[in-house]
């Protein structure tokens, strides 16, 4: 779980969905904002469309949520929200690293 100093609040990701780009991934989405404040904030949502079990649902968030806490020194200033798709029930620890790490590099500042 990401630390609560790490975390958006329902407010802050209402301003990511209204004002945020989008990266597409097979496994999830990721919508960011820039921040200006240097600071990194994140949000993971797994909707029921994924799977309408609640213990299924925590599973996938806590796996993502665990691949982002390592790599969250490599994350540059933003708001982000991941949604998570189906295709990541299937995904070894492996892709979904890979993944996380491809969607960093377009968002890195150029």
């Not at 240097?38 to 994924?50: D, F, G, M, Q, R």
């Not at 892709?95 to 377009?106: G, N």
Request: net charge positive; no cysteine; glycine share 2%.
């Amino acid at each position: 779980m990401l630390p609560r100093s790490k975390r958006l609040t329902s407010s802050q990701v209402k301003t990511v969905f209204a004002k945020g780009r989008k990266f597409f991934s097979p496994l999830f989405t990721f919508l960011f904002v820039k921040n200006h404040n240097n600071e990194t904030k994140l949000a993971v949502i797994v909707p029921k469309k994924v799977s309408k079990k609640k213990v299924e649902r925590s599973r996938l968030k806590r796996r993502l949520s665990a691949t982002v806490e390592e790599l969250l020194p490599l994350f540059p200033a933003v708001w982000g929200v991941y949604i998570i798709k189906k295709e990541m029930r299937d995904a070894t620890p492996e892709e979904l690293k890979k993944e996380v790490r491809k969607q960093l590099s377009k968002t890195q500042p150029k």
